[in-house]
């Protein structure tokens, strides 16, 4: 079960509205990468962990920090927002400069959450539940995490970067901080799983055999120019210690001429010349009578 403890983990509060800059905070909230993404992410890969409880644990810690840090960017957009509609035309006829921020703030905020945050992008496209990942194989899943922390790092970053206000950085600065952290936490999780299951490989505990192991370690250059020759992946030791690394520089095919068949005639494809359909069931459909 959750508790909600009415203090924020952080302060969030902008010295000054800004409903231009509100619309820009929504990316991460409701964006691919935003604070919704990680909290479904990592609450449901712990709801769905089956293993060591530290792992669980760990993820049930995280997730939930995230749910605050929802409320906090939440409550700074609310913020934001104070007082946008009441002046709009009024000091839109004064100085075109403002006209400008508040033409394009989200008029969503006016009409849809009443000067509230939404569950949405930047641009308005509502979060989805395809955003996260919830494999079931952890080494696989804090890969993505580690990728989910390091790309909404970026983008708070960014957003850092476009706005002066010192409310609204001190906030940013804080959540800049804890991305941070989680990175830190996901690469030592990642080492720690990947030197137990002795392979960096996921899944480790698919059969080696059954690959098709004269392709397991070449790096194949399907590209002009040979640059990428010179990276680790090209040459030396496989990261899995199991191989080594071969720069294919032309690679060949090694696959057959796709000629599929030529489907029956109630499909109504494209004829093929020369060839007539192959005798198949018929249509079920039977027009009406009369």
């Known amino acids: 079960m959750f508790f909600h403890i009415k203090e924020l983990q952080y302060n969030a509060k902008p010295e000054r509205p800004d409903p231009l800059f509100a619309k820009k905070l929504q990316e991460v909230l409701g964006g691919q990468f935003g604070e919704i993404s990680v909290f479904m992410q990592y609450l449901f890969q712990g709801w769905n962990f089956r293993g060591e409880q530290k792992y669980k644990d760990m993820l049930l810690d995280i997730g939930t920090e995230e749910i605050g840090h929802v409320e906090m960017l939440a409550t700074m957009i609310a913020q934001l927002l104070d007082g946008a509609p009441a002046n709009v035309q009024e000091e839109a006829a004064k100085d075109p400069v403002i006209e400008a921020v508040l033409g394009g703030m989200n008029p969503q905020h006016v009409i849809v959450s009443g000067l509230g945050a939404s569950p949405t992008d930047s641009v308005g496209y509502p979060w989805n539940s395809r955003y996260i990942i919830s494999s079931g194989n952890i080494l696989a899943d804090f890969r993505a995490n580690l990728n989910a922390e390091s790309q909404g790092r970026l983008q708070v970053v960014r957003l850092y970067e476009s706005t002066t206000d010192p409310g609204v950085r001190d906030l940013l600065s804080f959540l800049i901080a804890r991305d941070t952290m989680h990175q830190n936490q996901w690469m030592a999780a990642i080492e720690e799983l990947e030197q137990k299951e002795k392979s960096p490989v996921v899944p480790s505990t698919f059969p080696r055999e059954l690959e098709i192991q004269d392709v397991s370690y070449k790096f194949m250059s399907f590209s002009k120019g040979t640059e990428s020759s010179e990276g680790r992946w090209a040459k030396g030791p496989s990261m899995d210690k199991q191989g080594q690394f071969e ?17 029956p005639a109630y499909i109504h494809n494209t004829p093929v010349p020369g060839q007539p359909a192959p005798e198949a069931e018929k249509s079920h459909y039977q027009p009406p009578k009369g």
């Open 247 to 263: 720069y294919v520089e032309n690679p060949t095919a090694m696959g057959q001429v796709p000629i599929l068949n030529q489907a």
